[in-house]
């Protein structure tokens, strides 16, 4: 007979596993299984609602531990959500409902769950399972981009793939190993990033016409700000240079506004410093303009009916991330580039390897246009000198996750 794994190891961590009521809830059980047979001890707690999907006892079972359900149960004394927060070294929501994504980002305390996440003394893991039109509804959008730039709650998943109702779409939750691994890494307290500076570039730049009129483009900030919180989540020093954009600074972030891309280029410069040494890593999502107004005029310009509609000289941008590159002497900064073009997705590839080449970059994003400008989601393929990663459909959190894995895994 082999013994239950006992967490007595330096490594092992408490982790309070918050259950909310989704059919996803049994995979619950399974994460609790590989949390545990990993040596760490495992705190389960559910909503009511997760109690009609799974039974605590089988919860309890696996963990070895009382399932808590209710915030007035008698049999424990104190306060049981912070008796709770304050045993956890991580919080797991798994699976997080869209109720519960709501609920959290309000900062609501109105059940156990959301009363312990408020509560929290470490980070938060939630792995998101819901219908695929209930995860894109823009409410549950901007209820997930608040709590990442709370900076306190990292996203495992969702994926795309069937879900219960027989659809299929972005809303399926993680694999329970999947999840099992990003509760680990945080429970590990260090972030992979930590001592690194990481400058990210977001949103789209406005090239002046004249004092009312702007060359612009539709880049919405989101993919750039999702890396950064994320960059800085994994303890990365992070500085976001970001376009005109309305998205609230990710917690934690050092920011600098920009409008064009003269300043964006200025702004790099003073970031990085003459040697480059100022970052380890400069990622730039965003939507450089390539051309701008040759001069603009200092007055609006105004319509003349007596004469033809003015036509506007082009004046081509510098490539800032190409700059950059001709410059670095050796292999720092790493840099990253997007690309977001339209066409199929072999078109979209073949850009993405031209940009790599061209602009000597370590990494290019490759994007199409009408799945990634002002959505939530986006779907990527990563393309290095090594070659191209298949195509992930996930959310901007997500698929920062895995562009900084890339940097992690980069030799140094
Ligand atoms: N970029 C840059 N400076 C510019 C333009 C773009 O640093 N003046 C960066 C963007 O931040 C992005 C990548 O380069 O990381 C995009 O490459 P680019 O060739 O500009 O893309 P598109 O304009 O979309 O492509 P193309 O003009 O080749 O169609």
New binding site residues.
């Given amino acids: 007979m082999t013994e239950r794994p006992r967490p007595n190891e330096s490594r092992a961590r408490v982790v309070a596993l918050a259950v909310t009521g989704s059919v996803a809830a049994y995979k619950a059980v399974e994460v609790a299984r590989l949390l545990i047979k990993s040596g760490h001890r495992v705190l389960p707690l559910m909503t009511a609602s997760a109690t009609r999907f799974v039974g605590p006892v089988t919860l309890s079972g696996i963990c070895g531990e009382p399932v808590a359900t209710d915030m007035w149960d008698p049999a424990y004394p104190g306060e049981l959500h912070v008796a709770i927060a304050d045993r956890a070294d991580v919080l797991a929501i798994v699976p997080a409902t869209a109720d519960a994504l709501a609920r959290l980002a309000q900062g609501r305390a109105d059940d156990l769950v959301t009363a312990t996440a408020l509560c929290a003394r470490g980070p938060v893991l939630v792995a998101p399972a819901m219908h695929p039109r209930m995860w894109s509804h823009p409410a549950t959008q901007a209820n997930v981009a608040a709590l990442v730039s709370q900076g306190r709650v990292r996203l495992a998943g969702p994926v795309v793939g069937p879900v219960a109702s027989g659809d299929v779409g972005m809303g399926r939750m993680a694999e329970p190993v999947e999840i099992a691994r990003a509760v680990e890494e945080l429970a590990s307290g260090v972030g992979d990033l930590s001592g690194k500076r990481v400058v990210v570039?977001a949103g789209p730049t406005y090239e002046p016409i004249d004092p009312v009129r702007f060359l612009g483009n539709r880049s919405s900030g989101k993919m750039g700000f999702a890396l950064a919180a994320r960059a800085r989540a994994r303890g990365a020093d992070v500085l976001l240079i970001a376009g005109p954009v309305a998205l609230p600074t990710p917690a934690g972030v050092e920011r600098r506004d920009v409008e064009t891309?003269e300043q964006m280029r200025a702004a790099l410069a003073d970031a990085l410093g003459p040697d480059l040494r100022g970052a380890d890593a400069v990622v730039?999502?965003?939507?450089?303009?390539?051309f701008r107004p040759a001069s603009a005029s200092a007055t609006k310009i105004k319509k003349d009916a007596a004469s033809a509609a003015p036509a506007i000289d082009l004046a081509r941008?510098?490539?800032?991330?190409?700059e950059i590159a001709a410059r670095r002497a050796g292999e720092a900064p790493a840099l990253v580039?997007?690309?977001?073009?339209t066409g199929d997705d072999a078109a979209v590839l073949a850009?993405a390897r031209k940009?790599l080449e061209q602009?000597r970059v370590d990494l290019v994003v490759a994007n199409a246009a009408h799945e990634s400008l002002g959505h939530g989601d986006n779907r990527v393929a990563l393309v290095d000198a090594a070659g191209a990663s298949p195509f992930v459909a996930a959310s901007k959190e997500a698929l920062a996750d895995r562009i900084l894995d890339r940097l992690v895994a980069r030799p140094a």
């Fill in positions: 570039t891309a730039m999502a965003a939507a450089v303009a390539d941008n510098p490539d800032l991330i190409a580039a997007f690309a977001l073009e850009y940009k602009k």
